[in-house]
């Protein structure tokens, strides 16, 4: 199956056209509320009385590398008639789908038709599984990503009952799209004298949707956190610090026992979560 920059479910219930232009970049401040997670409630919509368990990505981010990587949305459809289809379309920028910039949208067959993403289960419901392809190096420019296209981003449901009565609604949800972070983390000495200092170095960088590569992440990243756990114990924050510009980070404490070290970076509204592994320090 390919994917095609003009989208449209078999009985022509969703058409939807993306156009590339440009988009506002997106800012990189803290994940806030929206008026519908694609795992939550908002105000009643066309959709609303007939589709349950609506669920994007499993309800996580989508946090997507350097790399193609597969999604899931995934619900329930209900109604009293015969239901034939159903499709999840995720998009942003412009008035609506028509007009978006960017579309993020189900594969079709490489002969153009929908595949039948709805399963009937028992009466007049259905299981529907809507498998998306979130590509950097996507072929099609209104579907491929970028960096300015990290954030949030509009869900667009549809809903086919038979061959004439159809709902769609081009706002039933948002989703958040990042771009991945990596963190790596070394403590040095690791055999130290406990009252000694411990200094632990490690690189922030994030996935370039634009150049395909990862690059250091400092400026606007916001802080990191060094972590310590004892054996058998649990992590806690022993330290807080920035990233230098070149996404460099370093953080210095007092050993006092046995442990490990790792850094720990908390996201934001487009970039992705990210921990280091581990490093152990012996304490004498």
Sequence with gaps: MKTHNLIALA???????ALAVPAAHADDRSAGSSARS???????????????????????DLVVGVSPKEFKAT??????????????????????????????????????????????????????????????????????????????????????????????????????????????ADASPESVRRGADVTVKGTLTRANWDTHRYDGFGSGAGKVKLQFKKAGGAWQTVKTVSADSGGKVKATVKASVDGSYRLTYGGSTTTGKATSPADVVDVR
């Design 75 to 184: 619900f329930t459809a209900k109604y009293h008639r015969e239901i034939k289809n159903g499709t999840v379309v995720l998009w942003r920028g412009g008035a609506g789908v028509e007009s978006a910039e960017r579309v993020l949208a189900p594969q079709v067959n490489d002969d153009g038709t929908v595949p039948r993403f709805c399963k009937n289960i028992v009466l007049r419901f259905s299981s529907c599984v809507v498998p998306i392809v979130a590509d950097p190096k996507g072929d099609v420019p209104d579907t491929d990503l970028n960096n300015e296209y990290a954030g949030r981003w509009n869900v667009a449901a549809s809903l086919t009952y038979d061959s004439t009565l159809i709902e769609v609604d081009e706002k039933f949800a948002t989703h958040y799209v990042k771009r991945a972070a990596k963190l790596t």
């Design 38 to 60: 694609s795992a939550a409630a908002q105000e009643p919509g066309p959709l609303d009385d007939n589709i349950d368990r609506f669920v994007v990505n499993d309800g996580k």
């Design 11 to 17: 009985t022509g219930a969703l058409t939807l056209t």
